[in-house]
């Protein structure tokens, strides 16, 4: 398989770890290079349903290597308590997963910290995960984080982790939040980092070594281009590169041995958390929920819910050179007529044909619409694009052709054989 960068083109929960799965197939190595447990990434196979948040998403298929790059953010307790989870539905963990040892740590004084940054913002309020990933990114950026390589050298991490928790709790403290207590920290992050041991390695000569035998490698991006921390809709978005750059920094990878950029859009929109989502709607959002639908996969938050962005998907192309779209949940259209696609926006009397950096007016910008017939018709047993109704052919011509990328899959429901390939 070419190597392979797997984006998400909108606001994350694309529908990226069910594609990932079916891709694993022809890959040989699959890596995460960015974000955190934040991440959840749902498999359904074999009757039942896997949701990922660390572990990247090739994990349920035997014979394929996976690992957490350099770029992620890992809470040690959480990966293994993800491992252990999994090993109980049966799933292999073993030399297949490999992780970085330059991975920074997520600490329970991020969590604490994410939590009261959200509850201080009142209603200005991001919505995150509350997983710590942004404080965690944070003292990465500021040089004070601890590593995976600091967790696997005791007496180092039980000095440095002293240290970062009692900063940490004076900031805590006047913040008026319970302080954290260091002797129970150390003791369940060291014996995670005893669990975690077997798989830590320099995941960067691992990768560089399978590039040299021929091995294709599948990037699993996480999150979504609009959320990504320079091209997002800031500060409404998460603390990583989620965009295409960031496979080659978040693993070590260098970017003329990528091959292909894969970008991964839903028929429609959402979001979770808050921010401005320009083509917002609240009976999609009704509709798509009375069907059971768009549910967080991680933190169970009723998502958000909109018309196709076309600007939105438009602009993602160009950041992320997305050349070829998979378009998933096509069947959460079948029963909408007449379907909405917005292919600008409208501010002061503007025409935009990119969203505006700033997310006050990308709150206030006016959708412009095009109106296309539904099919009101079941898609989720097509297996060919020929035997999807005329109007969904026409509807995913017309996204693929909006959003300026070769259309090369079609997913019509959450299992591998739902999958139309082009
Ligand atoms: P990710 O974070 O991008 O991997 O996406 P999530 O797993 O958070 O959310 C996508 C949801 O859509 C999951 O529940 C998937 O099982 C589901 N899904 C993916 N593709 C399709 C599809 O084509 N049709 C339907 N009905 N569900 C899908
Ligand atoms: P996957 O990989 C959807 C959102 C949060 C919040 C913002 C910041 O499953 O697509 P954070 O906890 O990262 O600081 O939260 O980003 N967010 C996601 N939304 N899918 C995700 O991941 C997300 N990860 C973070 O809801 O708005
Ligand atoms: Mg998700």
Sequence with gaps: MANTILVGAQWGDEGKGKIIDVLTSKADVIVRSQGGNNAGHTIVHGGSTYILHLIPSGILRR??????????????????????????????????????????????YHRLLDEQRELRKGRAKIGTTKRGIGPAYGDKAARSGLRVSDLMQPILFAKKLQAKIRENNSILQALGAKPINYREVHESYLAAGEKLRPFVT????????????????????????????????????????????????????????????????????????????PTEDRHLTQMLHSLGREFGSTTGRARRCGWFDAVATRYATMINGIDELAITNLDGMDNVDPIRICVGYRLNGKHLEVPPCDAVQLDNCEPIYEEMRGWNKSTSSAKKLSQLPLNARNYVKRLGQLTGAELSIVSVGPTRAQTIFL
């Design 63 to 108: 014979g394929k290597v996976c690992v957490i790059g350099n770029g992620v953010v890992i809470d040690p307790i959480a990966l293994v308590t993800e491992i252990e989870r999994l090993r109980r539905l049966g799933v292999k963990i073993g030399k297949n997963l490999l992780v970085s040892n330059c991975a920074h740590l997520v600490l329970p």
């Design 202 to 277: 320099n995941t960067v000569v691992y990768l560089h070594r399978a590039l040299q035998r021929g091995k294709g490698i599948l990037f699993e991006g996480a999150q979504g281009t609009f959320l990504d921390i320079d091209h997002g809709t800031y500060p409404y978005v998460t603390s990583s590169n989620t965009t295409a750059g960031g496979a080659c920094t978040g693993t070590g990878v260098p970017p003329h041995r990528m091959d292909r950029v894969v970008g991964v859009m839903k028929a429609y929109t959402t979001r979770v958390g808050e921010g401005p989502l």
